[in-house]
């Protein structure tokens, strides 16, 4: 759904919950924590279509003045299965986000003394606000297949959020303020290749302003136990940015999956290599397979 709101609703099973905590750069003065949850379920049925709703809650915070990120946006998709294993799907998403900060933790020229540092002093810098809360659309568009048993299938998401250019400044709402819009296109397949063994193929765009970031990868996926246990094993390329292994076990309704960014960029020389760590879990129940033969056993 971070991706596409058209992708509300695409997975197997009624209902869907998610949490991702992520700490990047850690080992230079200005750290992101980020923190996502989400929940997707089915709501409506019929025939061939399909109406789902969701819930995305997402927040981060940076710097000596926490200055932070705060979304809740609603999501709707209507999806229309083509054929017999073929989905395209057209979603719609709304939602408040709040930017903020704390002016008491930073510290200006007009506090020193000449001699010290006095926080009593006024700092002559002139805020409206430190927070702001404001609307924010997106939509978006899916088309997705899948085999019989859900092993191998393909997914493609486009998605655009902020369509509304929300202003997120602190000192007026000038259009030079309006957030950009951010366009995304994601990508993802598998491939079963053997009774235990999937290729799998993931890749991402995101476009945001002058701000770009694409990422490509693959790796396989090894059934430990058929159609219940899985461990999936991925490594992908941000470019120019970062090198990211990533392990996914399933188990189960259960999905957790851990990731570490390598960063290889030239903010290398104050990262020293260390990028991002990132835990998921996904909580999705799986309807049980149908039974394929029935044998009556007759009462006497």
């Known amino acids: 759904m971070h991706y596409s709101p058209a992708l509300t609703g695409a997975f197997e099973g009624e209902v869907r919950a998610m949490a991702l905590v992520r700490s990047q750069w850690t080992s230079v003065p200005v750290s992101y924590q980020s923190l996502a949850l989400g929940a997707d379920r089915k709501v409506w049925h019929r025939g061939a279509q399909v109406v789902s709703a969701g819930l995305v809650l997402q927040g981060d915070r940076a710097g000596d003045a926490g200055l932070s990120w705060v979304q809740a946006s609603l999501s709707v998709s209507a999806a229309q299965r083509i054929g017999e294993r073929q989905h395209v799907a057209v979603g719609f998403s709304a939602g408040l986000a709040q930017r903020q900060f704390n002016i008491s933790r930073l510290k200006f020229g007009n506090q020193w003394t000449g001699d010290a540092f006095d926080p009593g002093l006024p700092s002559k810098e002139a805020f409206d606000q430190t927070s702001g809360l404001r609307p924010t659309l997106g939509a978006g568009l899916s088309w997705r297949t899948h085999s019989a048993d859900y092993r191998s299938g393909a997914e493609v998401g486009l998605g655009a959020f902020h369509l509304n250019r929300p ?134």
């Open 167 to 300: 202003s997120v400044g602190f000192r007026d709402a000038t259009s030079a303020l309006a957030l950009p819009v951010r366009w995304a296109v994601s990508v993802q397949a598998t491939q079963a290749l053997s009774t235990q063994l999937d290729l799998v193929v993931v890749g991402g765009a995101w476009q945001m302003g002058s701000a770009r970031e694409v990422l490509a990868g693959g790796g396989a996926r090894l059934w430990l136990k058929p159609q219940e246990t899985a461990l999936r094993f991925t490594a992908s390329m941000r470019m120019g940015d970062a090198i990211i292994p990533a392990l996914q076990c399933e188990f189960g309704d259960w999905i957790v999956g851990a990731s570490y960014d390598w960063n290889i960029s030239d903010f290398q020389v104050a990262t020293r290599n260390w990028g991002g760590f990132e835990l998921a879990a996904v909580y999705r129940p799986v309807p049980a397979p149908p039974v394929k033969t029935f044998k009556s056993c007759p009462v006497f």
